[in-house]
Antibody
Framework: EVQLVQSGGGLVQPGGSLRLSCAAS????????MHWVRQAPGKGLVWVSR????????IYADSVKGRFTISRDNAKNTLYLQMNSLRAEDTAVYYC????????????WGQGALVTVSS | SNELTQPPSVSVSPGQTASITCSGD??????ACWYQQKPGQSPVLVIY???KRPSGIPERFSGSNSGSTATLTISGTQAMDEADYYC?????????FGGGTKLTVL
């Protein structure tokens, strides 16, 4: 069974940093591209970032480019999102997700981690 | 433009057919996906690659995509289908989500 278990959310002050983790199991982690998606309270889904299977290729939404870094440790089957220079508008539930198949949709999601940016 | 536009809300009576549209520039040239999200839960993929259903998704969910519009159709809608639905497509490896449609089963 594919499982994505997230950790690392919490309350952080504006300008601060936080790292989210997503531990994967039930599949060969190193075979799949992984994504982060966020959802502000009461709002819709917004794609944040993607990393390819060996970690050599990453891409970001304009809203987080230069502040967030996606990475992975295939030996530990874990995906990360390092978030720096956090702003109030980054407050959201952050989800990690895996595609169901190449060029497919996001078929597997973590449980979500709430990040609150507030003083 | 790489935006995807959905109606904010759709209402349907139990047992009837619900259709939710998603419009975007040349969307028919891209693979469209649909997600169902219930309050407090993670999204669930219900349609991918325009019309494919993941394992475990009921047959009453179907999808189509042509021109600039993708459509999610729920036949014989049940009360349990009441949720928010989001379309999504890939644009040069970046993900684009529609704004979401709240489906109400009256």
């Amino acid at each position: 069974e594919v499982q994505l278990v997230q950790s690392g959310g919490g309350l952080v002050q504006p300008g601060g940093s936080l790292r989210l983790s997503c531990a994967a199991s039930g599949f060969v982690f190193s075979d799949y591209w992984m994504h982060w998606v966020r959802q502000a309270p009461g709002k819709g889904l917004v794609w944040v970032s993607r990393i390819n299977s060996d970690g050599s290729g990453t891409i970001y939404a304009d809203s987080v480019k230069g502040r967030f870094t996606i990475s992975r440790d295939n030996a530990k089957n874990t995906l990360y999102l390092q978030m720096n220079s956090l702003r109030a508008e980054d407050t959201a539930v952050y989800y990690c997700a895996r595609v169901i198949t190449t060029a497919g949709g996001l078929g597997y999601w973590g449980q979500g981690a709430l990040v609150t940016v507030s003083s | 433009s790489n935006e995807l536009t959905q109606p904010p809300s759709v209402s349907v009576s139990p047992g009837q057919t619900a259709s939710i549209t998603c419009s975007g520039d040349k969307l028919g040239d891209r693979n469209a996906c649909w997600y169902q999200q219930k309050p407090g839960q993670s999204p669930v993929l219900v349609i991918y690659q325009d019309s494919k259903r993941p394992s475990g998704i009921p047959e009453r969910f179907s999808g189509s995509n042509s021109g600039s519009t993708a459509t999610l159709t729920i036949s014989g809608t049940q009360a349990m289908d009441e949720a928010d639905y989001y379309c999504q497509a890939w644009d040069s490896s970046t993900g684009i989500f529609g704004g979401g449609t709240k489906l109400t089963v009256l």
